[in-house]
């Protein structure tokens, strides 16, 4: 294991290392050293080997490296739908954990309205936010995402593995994999599907699906044991009531509710980074300026990216 990034002069070199068709240098003389390291470290604990991976992913994606930038056109990723409803989903959060941090404090400000007290409209607030947070995060965005845009919604063994690599490329233990910023922006019209996906796009909604339907437990939970003479439906949702005493419902609730704005903080983290406005961008116009492809003008493989890396006990040592 090595603390230190290799030096040029320790590249391989007793094989010849093709050159990419936009005259850059491959994959093998820029990220590989002698001992097949694509970053800091050879192997993980446990004996696997993330250079391997890295390799696989980059033989997938590095042909995408050749697009020309002016070779892009303006692709439609967003239906107004999923605009729409995203965007309803930040509004209802921000209305419901704002309305929660006012309980949780106890100072309802202007929401003293008329005849109505502060807790008053906060609960009508905060209640019927959460119910609506849940219908459209659980049911509508992922209608529209799924069946009106075309986009996945299930995380594929392959964006799995694009996980891990993308997790230690930025902790700064592996290199970015290359020609996967393209690939994201490149939509296969065979396919109909985007080349590539950032994995914590799918992993975020996964996150927050689980989390959404935690507080919608724990909220109707709660809401059925406040409630004098609970609704038949209000009772059918809250049938976790009575399972735990109400003080530990309550920090369930608030357990999840700090996941949940941890998530969406991770989340807003990545879409505004600067390689990611575009993408941001996006969810406000609906287009990103991208590339497209099919069978004809599908990048090719580059010639040799494909040889195994060399690894210790080689004679590339």
Do not use: C
Request: proline content about 6%; hydrophobic content about 45%; glycine content about 8%.
């Amino acid at each position: 294991m090595s603390d230190r990034e290799p030096s040029s002069s320790e590249f391989s070199s007793d094989r010849s290392d093709p050159v990419r068709p936009d005259g850059g240098e491959s994959t093998r003389s820029r990220a590989s050293d002698a001992e097949g390291r694509v970053g800091r470290i050879l192997r993980l604990p446990g004996g696997s080997t993330p250079a391997t991976l890295w390799w696989e992913l980059a033989d997938r994606y590095e042909p995408y490296v050749t697009l020309e930038k002016d070779g892009r056109e303006t692709v439609r990723r967003w239906g107004l739908g999923s605009i729409l409803s995203h965007w309803t989903l930040v509004l209802l959060m921000a209305v419901v954990a704002g309305t929660g941090f006012l309980f949780w404090t106890g100072w309802y400000g202007p929401l003293n309205v008329g005849i109505w007290d502060g807790y008053q409209v906060s609960f009508y607030l905060h209640t019927w936010g959460g119910v609506t947070l849940a219908v459209v995060a659980l049911l509508v965005f992922p209608m529209y995402h799924k069946f009106a845009d075309g986009h996945r919604l299930l995380v594929t063994p392959q964006q799995l593995k694009e996980q891990v690599v993308i997790t230690l490329s930025f902790l700064g233990v592996l290199r970015y994999i290359p020609g996967y910023k393209q690939a994201r922006r490149t939509y296969d019209e065979n396919d109909d599907e985007w080349v590539g996906y950032h994995p914590m796009q799918t992993v975020f909604w996964y996150v927050t699906w689980f989390f959404v339907i935690a507080l919608s437990l724990t909220g109707f939970a709660l809401w059925v044991d406040l409630a004098v003479d609970p609704a038949w439906w209000l009772t059918l949702l809250g049938f976790m009531a009575g399972w735990l005493p109400y003080e530990t419902m309550l920090q369930l609730h608030l357990l999840a509710t700090f996941w949940v704005l941890a998530a969406i903080a991770i989340h807003v983290y990545f879409a505004v980074m600067p390689s990611n406005v575009d993408f941001l961008r996006s969810m406000v116009t609906g287009t990103v300026e991208a590339w497209t492809v099919d069978d004809d003008t599908r990048p090719a493989p580059i010639e040799g990216s494909s040889d195994a890396p060399p690894t210790e006990g080689t004679d590339d040592d």
